[in-house]
């Protein structure tokens, strides 16, 4: 949600910003991986991509979907 440019990361909000899964997949679909900035790219990568369970595999045992997001961030952070 940092990577598209959300502040609120509660659980509620994120919950509501997901309700419309077609609302929410439009826009990963056309998110412009060049809008984010440096600094915001440098603490997604520090806060969330470190930690050892933020991977597609492990993800995967959770959540097929949250799996495939987890590789979208992980593909954009190295564009």
């Given amino acids: 949600m ?4 959300e502040k609120d990361l509660k659980w ?5 910003y997901i ?4 609302q929410f997949l439009k826009r990963v679909q056309v998110f412009d ?4 900035s440096e600094t915001l790219l440098k603490k997604v990568r520090e806060t969330y991509f ?11 045992g959770k959540s097929q979907a949250a799996s ?3 590789s979208w ?7």
């Fill in 2 to 5: 940092s990577m598209l440019g």
């Fill in 12 to 16: 509620e909000s994120i919950r509501n």
């Fill in 19 to 22: 309700r419309d899964p077609g």
């Fill in 33 to 36: 991986v060049n809008s984010m």
């Fill in 50 to 60: 470190k930690k050892s369970d933020f991977n597609p595999e492990f993800v995967k």
């Fill in 68 to 70: 495939k997001l987890c």
């Fill in 73 to 79: 961030a992980l593909a954009l952070s190295q564009y």
